[in-house]
């Protein structure tokens, strides 16, 4: 079992920016990759940033290139989403996951996830 959970949600404006933090616990040793995921209201939920936990690869979205930067600490066993020049359109609640099973690539769906924290708000004003 792995426990996640997000912290550092809120209400910035525009142009500003934010800091999330999943701290894991449990079996953290055996997650493969590490990502954060959000969800807008009536939206799918899409991955917006992967971190491979021992290789220090990433993912990002497209409309969060150059914007977000995802990071691990292995001595906290934390993964923190930097994010920058927020727009209203980063809305969402956004949430982290672990995956457990190897896999050849960073994976982005929902469903090649296993475990998932609560999830935490972040709402951006214009």
């Known amino acids: 079992q792995v426990q996640l959970v997000e912290s550092g949600g809120g209400l910035v404006q525009a142009g500003g920016s934010l800091s999330l933090s999943c701290a894991a616990s449990?079996?953290?040793?055996?997650?493969?990759?590490m990502g954060w995921f959000r969800q807008a209201p009536g939206k799918e939920r899409e991955c917006v940033a992967v971190?491979?936990?021992?290789?220090?690869?990433?993912y990002y979205v497209d409309s969060v290139k150059g914007r977000f930067t995802i990071s691990r600490d292995s001595g906290k066993n934390t993964v923190n989403l930097q994010m920058n020049s927020l727009k209203p359109e980063d809305t969402a609640v956004y949430y982290c996951?672990?995956?457990?099973?190897?896999?050849?690539?960073?994976?982005?769906?929902?469903?090649?996830?296993?475990?998932w924290g609560q999830g935490t708000q972040v709402t951006v004003s214009s």
């Open positions: 971190i491979s936990w021992s290789g220090g690869i990433t």
């Open positions: 449990g079996r953290t040793f055996s997650s493969k990759m």
């Open positions: 996951a672990a995956r457990i099973s190897a896999s050849m690539s960073l994976r982005t769906g929902r469903n090649d996830y296993d475990y």
